[in-house]
């Protein structure tokens, strides 16, 4: 089975920056579709961006030209790193396979202060 391993969260002001990283074990990332997910308190979990085994990169509509999500294939780990994060970036965040098969891991947890 697919393991996740999410880290590199913590407590930021807004304006501020964080880079996430998924230790990705069970699967190559390099010839994978993998995503990033997040869920704030009291709401549904939500995607934030993937990156596709050609390396082309999707981001939903909130987070565009402030995240940038990438991969090393070598250590087979996929980041996301976050700039002028804003409070309503506070979430758990999540990496997964594309499409996520309900398989998760226990996340980090960033959140962003005003």
């Known amino acids: 089975q697919v393991q996740f391993v999410e880290s590199g969260g913590g407590l930021v002001q807004a304006g501020g920056s964080l880079r996430l990283s998924c230790v990705v074990s069970g699967r190559t990332v390099s010839i994978s579709a993998m995503g990033w997910f997040r869920q704030a308190p009291g709401n549904q979990r939500v995607f934030v961006a993937v990156?596709?085994?050609?390396?082309?990169?999707t981001y939903r509509d909130s987070v565009k030209g402030r995240f940038t999500i990438s991969r090393d294939n070598a250590k087979n780990i996929v980041y996301l790193q976050m700039n002028s994060l804003k409070p309503e970036d506070t979430a758990v965040y999540y990496c997964a396979t594309m499409p996520p098969t309900g398989n998760w891991g226990k996340g980090t947890l960033v959140t962003v202060s005003s």
């Open positions: 990156i596709n085994s050609d390396g082309t990169t």
